[in-house]
Every structure is written in C-alpha cells, then in structure tokens.
C-alpha cells in the first residue's frame, strides 16, 4: 500500500468507530480456517510478541512497529511466532454505506509499517480503556480518540518512508510545537523515528543547532513569555499551559533563560494579573 493512498483513503473516507478488543496467544500457538468480522473491516496492532496473519492466503509478519489492515469475511490463519507470547489489539471501524463501494481500500488487506511507536500503544490503551465504560461521554471519547489514532497511524508511516534527516527533523520539530504543552519525553519522541535518544539527539543537533530538549525548553519559555505579557494567568497556571507541571522549576528554568524571574518580567512588559 502506498502511503499516500493510505492518507487519501483515511482523509476522504468518512469512518466511524465499531469496537475494540484485546487479544493474546502463547507461542506455538496456531488456529486455521478462521475469518474475519462481517460488515466491517478492523486494524490488527501488535502490542508484544510476534506472529504471522494470513489473510486469504496472503502472509503478513505482524510485531509491534507493523499494523495491518484486514477487509470483511476473509479467511484467517494465524501462527505465534518466537518464544513470547503474542499480544495484540483489533479495532473494528465501518464506513458509511453510500461510500463503501468506491472505496480503494476498505475491503482490501495491506500492511500499514509504523515503526516502533509508543504513542500508538498508549492510544490503544486509551481506546481499549474508554470502550470498557458504558457511558455516553466514553462513547463520545471513544470516537476522538479512534480518529487520533488513525492519524498517527497514518504520520508514523509517512515517517518511515522519510529517508531525509532533514525532512524528518522537520517533521520532529513540526511535532513539538503543536505538542509542547503535552508531557513530551525525547526518548519517546526518537522512538516513533525509529532511534534511541542519543542518535536522534546528534541528527537534531546537526540541523538545528541544539539538543532536542534545549530547543524544546526555549521553544516552551517563549510561548510563555508570550502568555505572560497578554493573558491575566497566574505563573503557575502558565506553567502547565506550557509544559511544566511543577511551578517552582519552570520559575527557576525561566529566570536561567531570561534573565529574570516570570513575575519580574510580567511586570517589565506592563502586565499585571486580573
């Protein structure tokens, strides 16, 4: 499946959440002759472990970093594979009837790489969490976070067909400033690239002239400067808008960036608290 194939199916095709399940198997483990739901097609995500999916006769090695997709009624045989034992998610989701016989790829069976990615996991879990409660505001949660997870499905494997350092930098920098106010790890962030910490840190120095967690934290004390020459928050409400859970520490890392303290510089921008 081509990637981009994938982004125009998932942003023109309008979906809507059916179910999820968890499910796991022991290794040496295998079941033939099995098929897939009825009238809808789902996302088979590894958690842990590794096994083969053969849908009508096609084999798919699924571990966590490879997703695949799997259309209505096929015939399903599965294999545990190794010595773990095999974890993995289902995630059933329809399309709307009127536009089920155009789509491309709806009833069709791909695999979707995504590379390791804990923001996916942690989405699953979330999903798997929230379809458990009855609740209507769960319900509504459930479908937020479903479309979330289709797009970072579809960004992590538009980041593994970047082959540019450049690109993906870009990409990694794009990320941070839509997410800064998040509680965002740089291990985590150069996993969803596929590298430890410290070979995306030296790619991130290479382009941007600094460490990913110094670009990170003055990117963060700007946007707060910002909020603390136009909004009435306090400094510890701006904190957490921006990042930082703990007052006292983002007081301390902006008066180490600036010069002088947030209410020291709130003051010198003629901005007093409401």
Known sequence: MNVNQLVDYYAQTPLFFQDIFMDGALPGNQATGGRTGEGCCGLIIPLAGSACFALNGTAYVLEPGMIVHAGSDM?????????????????????????STGSSCYDRHFNIPTGPSPRI???VQ??????????????????????????????????????????????????????Y???????????????????????FQKHIAMAPVVY?????????????????????????????????????????????SPTAFREQSGKSLC
């Open 121 to 123: 996991t942690t989405m």
């Open 75 to 99: 015939q399903l045989d599965k294999a545990v594979l190794g010595s773990k034992t095999w974890r993995y998610a289902v995630i059933h989701y329809q399309i709307f009837e009127q536009h």
């Open 126 to 179: 979330q999903l798997l969490a929230c379809s458990a409660r009855p609740d209507s505001l769960a319900l509504l949660r459930s479908k937020t976070l479903f479309t979330n997870l289709i797009e970072e499905t579809v960004l992590a494997a538009k980041r593994q067909h970047k082959d540019n350092h450049g690109e993906l930098i870009a990409d990694a920098v794009a990320f941070m400033h839509e997410n």
């Open 216 to 260: 990170l934290s003055k990117f963060r004390i700007d946007r707060a400067k910002d909020l603390l020459k136009s909004c009435g928050c306090t400094v510890a409400e701006i904190a957490e808008c921006v990042g930082y859970k703990d007052a006292a520490y983002f007081s301390r890392l902006f008066k180490k960036q600036v010069g002088i």
């Open 181 to 203: 106010a998040e509680q965002i790890s740089i291990a985590q962030l150069a996993a969803q690239y596929g590298f430890n910490g410290k070979r995306f840190a030296e790619i």
